[in-house]
């Protein structure tokens, strides 16, 4: 079946933040393809999550070369639905893609060299069959290359044309600012930062979110809902049909026992709030005005449409924040 986008999908379904002091905007909410989007899943579902997410006016997808199982083939599916679904859209879409995990044997198939970094992307634009892509990460610093030519590494992927903007992900604050400093000096501003951040993840609050905010880098907020910990998906066991239950999910069956029961008390709150606790995981990241967007992930269409109406309630009363740091430390 052809696909035809809504034409009301830009008619206040989604709203738009600036990414830093740049002059992109990205979805308050983004969709992520590091599961449910690989050679092991049902690319039909996946199909239909990014139709459902584009008709809601969502812009942003993100991959990376290592999403799977197996490594590159979530970028080969994405490939083949967007050659099917959103060719004549591409100038609407806003695609990211980034290499730091391992790809390929021998040295020189993860980390940061240059050589690793222009050839994964050259790989993951033909995956995609994409002519560029329009941000591209240092998905993790290494600590062996010089940081300055992993930048240089990213300053030549936005010289060459086959990606618009640079990104890093999972660098701490003190490596961000250096990182920040050599890409202006440069001449290619970072547009991004993507880090790990939800109710159970706080690290960025020491440091990160105030060095993106003196630099303007925005900031992508991955894994919100603790890879669906901070759901409803586990108040009543594991479901067989779960991250955590499939081999390859890379969420652990024995992290889900201790969060229980701090998961039963802020869905509590969440009921109290009218709203889903996948809904308030994602509008407490969406309270702060320096985070860019809200990277989820999905497995079904179902769970997107509850995630996206986390957008209609952003705000917090201070009682509310005063319960949920008191659950979150107790
Ligand atoms: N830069 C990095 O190093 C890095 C690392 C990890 C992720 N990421 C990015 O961040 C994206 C999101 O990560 P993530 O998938 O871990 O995000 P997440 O949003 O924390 O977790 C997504 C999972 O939560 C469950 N879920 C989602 N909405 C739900 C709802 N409304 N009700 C019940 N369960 C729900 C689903 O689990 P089930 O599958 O069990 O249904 C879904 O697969 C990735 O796709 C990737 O783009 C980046």
């Known amino acids: 079946m052809n696909y035809l986008p809504r034409d009301d999908r830009y008619n206040n379904k989604t709203n738009y933040r600036r990414c830093g002091r740049s002059g992109i905007k990205l979805p308050e909410i983004s969709l992520g393809l590091w599961h449910n989007f690989g050679g092991v899943d049902v690319l039909e579902n996946g ?48 695609i990211s893609t980034k290499a730091g995990y391992l790809m390929w044997p021998g040295p020189y198939g ?26 591209f990460y240092s998905h993790r610093p290494d600590p062996e290359t010089p940081l300055e030519e992993t930048m240089m590494a990213l300053d030549q992927a936005v010289r060459s044309g086959k990606a618009l903007y640079a990104g890093i992900s999972n660098y ?22 993507q880090p790990k951040y939800s109710m159970f993840e706080r690290w960025v609050e020491n440091g990160l979110l105030d060095v993106v905010e003196n630099e303007g880098i ?37 992290q889900v026992d201790p969060a229980i029961a701090k998961v039963k008390k802020l869905n509590e709150l969440a009921s109290l709030r009218g709203q889903s606790l ?8 969406l309270k702060d005005k320096r985070v860019t967007s809200v990277l989820i992930g999905a497995s079904s269409v179902g769970q997107l449409k509850d995630n996206l109406a986390s957008q209609k309630n952003l705000s917090f009363s201070v009682e509310e924040l005063i319960t949920i740091e008191n659950i979150l430390s107790a």
């Open 47 to 94: 199909r239909d999550m990014l139709r459902y997410a584009f008709d809601q006016g969502i812009t942003h997808f993100d991959l990376a070369n290592n999403y799977g199982p197996p490594p590159g083939s979530a970028e080969e599916n994405f490939g083949v639905i967007f050659k099917k679904d959103f060719v004549p859209y591409r100038d609407e879409l806003i």
């Open 110 to 135: 993860e980390w940061g060299s240059r050589k690793y970094l222009l050839s994964s992307l050259d790989q993951s634009l033909k995956r995609m069959g994409l002519d560029y892509v329009d941000i």
């Open 172 to 193: 701490p604050a003190e490596l961000t600012k250096k990182a920040s400093e050599i890409l202006k000096q440069l001449g290619t501003p970072c547009l991004i930062h």
């Open 218 to 254: 925005g900031i992508i907020a991955f894994s919100p809902l603790a890879q669906g910990l901070l759901t409803d998906r586990y108040l009543h066991g594991i479901p067989a049909d779960s991250r955590a239950a499939k081999a390859w999910g890379y969420l652990q069956l024995e």
């Open 278 to 285: 996948a809904q308030m995981a994602i509008a407490w990241l």
